[in-house]
Every structure is written in structure tokens, then in C-alpha cells.
């Protein structure tokens, strides 16, 4: 039994040495490339649970996953950058620009004021993706409002999250959804 958990641990050391032996342009194409994986994972998710119990469903599950990856996320984000909780928004706009959406949507963070700030998802793949293929957004308002506030609360409690488009909602023609944070006080 030893051996063989030595044998998993040489394997994950050797992918490790691999890595690290790259250059740094294919290790950004790595990175991107497990991004759009993940994201491809996610959609063929969806799709499956939407096709055996249908969209409304499919959407609180994507909602109940939501809920317990964004903090994930948001926390392992902060440790690799050394951010501590309650950072207010100034830390918020750094860890949403370590998301994995970060690495394939074209998004904006703008603090406002020392309490306000606004998040705007200029670019979103999936949904550029279904307007490429002449389908309507797709509606995912109540799974983002799951993943943001959840987000931004993983990264300090005070924030709050307030929805300004998110599609099924109409949305100007330069973002697909908008989120504005705020700190109460």
C-alpha cells in the first residue's frame, strides 16, 4: 500500500517538476487552456442536468454549486495572493482578476468611491458564444447573484451585492451583466 501511494506522489512530482521547467508562455496557454476546460465542464454539466430534469432545475442546481465553489474560489485566490479577509474593494478587484472567468471574458472593475464599486462583464463567452449561434442569452441573473455576493462576502463580509443587468435582463449592448458593490457605513 505504501509503494503505491509513493508511486501517486512521485507522479504529482514529476507533473510538478514538468511544470515548473516550462516557459512562461506555455504556462500561461496551460492555464488558459484549464480555464476554457473547466468552463466546457461546466456547460456539458449544466446541459446534462438540464436535459434529465429540465432548465429550472438545472438552474438551482448550477445556483446550489455556485454557492460553495465561488467561495472556494474566492479563498484560495486570497491565499495565493496574500490577501487577508476584509480587505474591503480595493481586494475585491484583485481577486476577481484571478478568477478563472478573468482568463476568457473581457471584464471591467471600477471603484467608485471608498464604498462603492462596479463590476461589469464586458465579454462573456458563454453568451457571446449562443449570440454567435443566434440563441438568446442565456438567464443566468439568480445563479449570478448566487456567485457574486458569495464571492464578494468570501472576500469581506461588509460587501453587498447589488445586481444592475444580468441577463435574462435587457442589457446595454457593451456588457452582458453588471454588479455594483457596495460597503454599508
Not at 42 to 50: C, I, K, S, Y
Not at 71 to 99: T, Y
Not at 130 to 157: H, M, W
Request: charged letters at 30%; one cysteine or more; hydrophobic letters at 40%.
Amino acid at each position: 500500500m505504501k509503494s503505491a501511494k509513493q508511486n501517486i506522489n512521485q507522479r504529482g512530482d514529476a507533473c510538478l517538476d514538468l511544470l515548473r521547467a516550462l516557459p512562461k508562455e506555455e504556462l500561461v496557454k496551460i492555464i488558459v487552456d484549464d480555464a476554457k476546460n473547466w468552463l466546457a465542464h461546466d456547460g456539458l454539466w449544466f446541459q446534462a442536468v438540464e436535459g434529465l430534469h429540465g432548465m429550472e432545475d438545472a438552474i438551482k442546481a448550477d445556483a446550489l454549486a455556485w454557492e460553495k465553489f465561488t467561495v472556494i474560489e474566492a479563498r484560495r485566490i486570497m491565499e495565493r495572493l496574500g490577501i487577508a479577509s476584509g480587505g474591503g474593494l480595493a481586494a475585491l478587484g484583485q481577486c476577481l482578476k484571478h478568477r478563472f472567468y478573468a482568463r476568457l471574458n473581457t471584464q471591467k472593475y471600477e471603484i467608485l468611491s471608498e464604498k462603492k464599486a462596479v463590476f461589469h462583464m464586458l465579454d462573456c463567452r458563454v453568451q457571446s458564444a449562443r449570440k454567435r449561434k443566434g440563441l438568446p442569452d442565456f438567464p443566468c441573473k439568480s445563479v449570478g447573484i448566487v456567485e457574486y455576493s458569495g464571492f464578494a462576502r468570501a472576500v469581506d463580509p461588509r460587501i453587498e451585492t447589488r445586481c444592475l443587468a444580468c441577463p435574462p435582463d435587457k442589457h446595454p449592448e457593451d456588457f452582458y451583466c453588471g454588479w455594483e458593490f457596495t460597503i454599508a457605513g
